[in-house]
């Protein structure tokens, strides 16, 4: 079964905004971290944010999203976002939910992937 599917991914102008939501099937169990991640082709695969599943949590981002991206979470819906604001050509990529489940000492013990949504964005 696919345990995370992303949406919301799809062709935008430059300074323009989108919304991708990554829903998590009921069989991924006690994780306690979300994020997104991107690869554009030729690039490495990087994490553009994540957060913490818990109260008091604060989000990181990569430096090139600061203060264009914002990640957030619904824990009630198992659903985790990010709202893409001020679109740049280099934020194509295709962008990636992940899931994970850590240790109290950060240790990374289950990981979970979606298939990837493309975001595109045109100049």
């Known amino acids: 079964q696919v345990q995370l599917v992303e949406s919301g991914g799809g062709l935008v102008q430059a300074g323009g905004s989108l919304r991708l939501s990554c829903a998590a099937s009921r069989s991924i169990f006690s994780i306690n971290f979300m994020g997104w991640y991107r690869q554009a082709p030729g690039k490495q695969r990087e994490l553009v944010a994540g957060i913490g599943i818990t109260a008091g949590a604060t989000p990181n981002y990569a430096d090139s999203v600061k203060g264009r991206f914002t990640i957030s979470t619904d824990n009630a819906k198992n659903t985790v976002y990010l709202q893409m604001n001020s679109l740049k050509p280099e934020d194509t990529a295709v962008y990636y939910c992940?899931?994970?489940?850590?240790?109290?000492?950060?240790?990374?013990?289950?990981?979970?992937w979606g298939q990837g949504t493309q975001v595109t964005v045109s100049s």
């Open positions: 992940n899931a994970q489940l850590r240790s109290l000492d950060s240790i990374i013990l289950r990981s979970y």
